[in-house]
């Protein structure tokens, strides 16, 4: 069998576009969704995400503002830009790109982003009602697994949902997402003893470990959808999944391909959140 192919790309773009009577409705009441972006340092891949967010918030209609700073920056100028947008009534949302530079708190600088604006998620008093079940902004990636598998008409409740990797922007999100849709959900993570024992009993395979083709087809339950979240720039230049994804497509029911994914939809969903964040602002 050859799985079937969930794109993540176009389906980005179907979401995006669908946002035009909310973005329409916003301007009636002269309100355009302003993103802005706090980037420390020179990482390429950030650089290269920022990139593709502001391309798609132009498309969408959303304005975007990048604030560069160089890696010495210190914590005080940080949390210093970061006041300075949590009180600018143009500014609905913000993202801190991550990672930040070793000298800086990361968990002190996510958590001086205004709730109201925190768009990504990561905010304690969001992450808090993702627990408990109540609304707030959910993580861009598992917010977009989660409409990909919607979108792909994969079955989730009852289905046993196997985790590969267990940070606090995807695995640990994920897993509550999954159990609100009545998935058994297993998390595994760098100390699980035998891995493929664990990842070969799954209905739903997610993979967010960070280790280019990890998963091989031997791993893989067959007829299992497999959602690769992992995105590794190898020495030639190319873009790898944490799956093996040539082989493991003969074995898997669904599959996304690295790049065009799990990637287009965090975008889609930060710019989803943003403008939910600019309604909130007029309620």
Same mark, same amino acid.
């Given at each position: 069998m050859t799985a079937t192919l969930i794109d993540g790309k176009l389906f980005a773009a179907e979401l995006r576009a669908a946002q035009k009577s909310a973005l329409s409705a916003l301007a009636a009441r002269g309100v355009q969704p302003g993103l802005a972006a706090i980037l420390a340092g020179d990482d390429p891949a950030s650089r290269v995400y920022l990139r593709n967010k502001a391309r798609a918030c132009e498309e969408t209609g959303v304005r975007s503002e990048v604030h560069e700073f160089p890696a010495s920056v210190s914590a005080s100028a940080l949390l210093e830009r970061l006041a300075q947008l949590n009180a600018d009534p143009r500014v609905h949302g913000i993202l801190v790109q991550l990672p930040l530079p070793p000298q800086i708190d990361a968990s002190?600088?996510?958590? /001086?982003?205004?709730? $109201?604006? !925190?768009? !990504? %998620?990561?905010? /304690? $008093?969001?992450?808090? +009602?993702?627990?408990? &079940?109540? @609304?707030?902004?959910?993580?861009?990636? @598992?917010?977009?697994?989660?409409? *990909?598998?919607? =979108? +792909?008409?994969?079955?989730? +409740?009852?289905? =046993?949902?196997?985790?590969?990797?267990?940070?606090?922007?995807? %695995?640990?999100?994920?897993?509550?997402? *999954?159990?609100?849709? !009545?998935?058994?959900?297993?998390?595994? =993570?760098?100390q699980t003893r035998d891995l493929a024992a664990v990842t070969q009993q799954a209905d739903i395979l997610i993979v967010a470990a960070g280790r280019a083709k990890l998963v091989t087809a031997q791993m893989v339950k067959r007829g299992a959808c497999v959602i690769d979240v992992g995105v590794n720039r190898m020495a030639d230049g190319k873009l790898e999944g944490d799956v093996d994804f040539a082989?493991?497509?003969?074995?898997?029911?669904?599959?996304? @391909?690295? @790049?065009? &994914?799990?990637?287009? $939809?965090?975008i889609a969903m930060l710019i989803i959140n943003t403008i939910r964040a600019a309604e909130l602002s007029l309620a």
């Open positions: 002190q600088v996510l958590a /001086a982003v205004s709730p $109201m604006k !925190d768009v !990504d %998620g990561f905010h /304690a $008093m969001n992450l808090g +009602a993702l627990l408990q &079940g109540r @609304p707030g902004f959910v993580p861009g990636t @598992p917010a977009g697994v989660m409409r *990909l598998l919607e =979108h +792909a008409g994969v079955p989730l +409740a009852g289905q =046993h949902a196997v985790i590969v990797g267990r940070s606090t922007i995807v %695995g640990k999100p994920l897993a509550l997402l *999954l159990l609100q849709k !009545d998935a058994t959900v297993t998390i595994c =993570h760098s082989a493991v497509r003969e074995t898997a029911g669904w599959i996304t @391909p690295v @790049p065009g &994914g799990v990637g287009p $939809m965090t």
